[in-house]
């Protein structure tokens, strides 16, 4: 058989796309070709690290995917900002890895939709927490039936950011971080669970913490968390939750007609999203009939461990590049997440926010799928983002924008500062 050629790629952000970088530098199916950062102390560092490689590097986007004989580019930039950056990179001829969020307004859906399907090329969401080993043997089981039809199922990604906040907003009071909706981040929780039943979304209310003065201590003016109750196309309901509660938590189970599965709770120190308890019945209520009950508890055997053990997120980061560039390779069994899921993941959060804003009123989800309700929607461009919302900008709380001081910015500008300072001293 014809050994197939190594998929090319670029990767747009330096700093967060290193992971990326990294699997390009030691995959056998893909090479690293061009790296694109607007920040040129960023770039310097990567030049340093990959001395001796033949990549080149870019400050413009425009002119990075004009790179000549790229195949595909990674969006490691800006959370906000990477549907147009997909849709320019698609209309480039180019396939598409996007890390999180896939869009951040209704328009931006429907024209990332339809560039997809015009464009015929791949493009495949990186949300890695579908990828840690739990939550990957659970999607495996449940699609064989083990726990039966899903019932309910409850995701938590709880990263307190407060003590790195200067050194992922830098003390800008614009950045996206200090102006994003409660529920605005939510494919770490809701993803996972979206992936592992392949159910569509139907249906969400929104709740958000208001207790947020922690958030408003650095710069942030959403609310402190947000949950999303969502109810999924076979009447089955999820709990999300995300934020900025103060102890990290990162946890997923999932009920079934005859069983559950659940990874290990971090302060449990037994594995944390690694270890998988499976709780199951041989057949749907055992208790009335004859049947055997079965428990599990184990660490999923890692087909690949050896060659993810370096990566960021438990490995995660490994298999979702992985299996991007096997599907451009052709593999139709490749584990990616393509455009309908990644909307699947977010717009749940998306309209839990309406939900909230309306008084906690339940919201439909709609399913771009369906080419007839996309006019509806072409022009939404509601977000918190002055820029990109015009006339449609939302408050980035129930209770409005609060006001932060400038003192506040310029006091984690001077951290980050201190910071990079510190790391020049070695």
Same mark, same amino acid.
């Given at each position: ?50 001395? %001796? ?261 438990? %490995? ?111």
């Amino acid at each position: 058989m014809k050994e197939k050629a190594k998929i090319r790629i670029g990767v747009i952000g330096g700093y967060r796309g290193s992971s990326m970088i990294n699997y390009c530098r030691n995959a056998s199916d893909a090479e690293l070709v061009a790296i694109c950062d607007k920040n040129p102390e960023v770039l310097d560092n990567q030049r340093k690290a990959l001395e %001796g490689l033949d990549i080149a590097y870019y400050e413009s986007y425009d002119d990075f995917i004009r790179h000549d004989g790229m195949d595909a580019v990674v969006l490691a930039n800006y959370a906000n900002e990477h549907a147009p950056f997909a849709i320019k990179a698609l209309k480039q001829g180019l396939h598409v890895f996007s890390e999180v969020l896939p869009v951040q307004t209704m328009k931006e859906a429907v024209e990332l939709v339809e560039t997809v399907e015009s464009t015929g090329l791949v493009y495949a969401y990186g949300e890695n927490y579908c990828y840690m080993q739990a939550p990957m043997e659970m999607r495996r089981l449940y699609r064989e039936g083990v726990i039966g039809e899903f019932e309910y199922g409850e995701g938590e990604y709880i990263h307190n950011c407060a003590p790195i906040w200067h050194s992922i907003t830098y003390g800008e009071p614009d950045h996206w971080r200090n102006n994003m909706y409660s529920t605005f981040y939510c494919t770490h929780s809701l993803g996972p669970i979206i992936h592992i039943t392949g159910l569509r979304p139907v249906s969400v209310i929104g709740f958000e913490g208001l207790k947020a003065e922690r958030r408003f201590n650095h710069g942030s003016k959403s609310g402190l968390f947000g949950i999303e109750m969502v109810t999924l196309e076979n009447g089955g309901i999820v709990k999300s939750i995300h934020g900025g509660l103060y102890k990290n938590s990162v946890w997923y189970t999932v009920y079934g007609s005859k069983g559950r599965m659940e990874c290990a709770r971090e302060d449990a120190r037994a594995g944390h999203v690694d270890r998988l308890y499976v709780n199951y019945d041989d057949v749907e209520e055992a208790y009335w009939t004859e049947g055997n009950s079965h428990f599990k508890d184990y660490v999923p055997s890692e087909r690949l461990k050896e060659s993810s053990a370096n990566f960021g997120h438990g %490995g995660s980061d490994f298999y979702s590049m992985y299996n991007f560039v096997k599907k451009i390779n052709g593999d139709e069994d490749a584990d990616t997440i393509d455009v309908y899921e990644a909307l699947d993941m977010f717009l749940p959060g998306h309209f839990a926010y309406q939900s909230i804003l309306d008084g906690g009123a339940s919201k439909l989800i709609p399913d771009l799928r369906d080419k007839s309700i996309r006019d509806k929607w072409r022009n939404d461009t509601a977000c918190t983002i002055p820029s990109v919302a015009g006339d449609m900008l939302l408050p980035t709380s129930v209770n409005g924008t609060p006001d932060i001081p400038a003192s506040v910015y310029e006091k984690v500008a001077r951290r980050w500062e201190e910071e990079k300072a510190a790391r020049k001293r070695g």
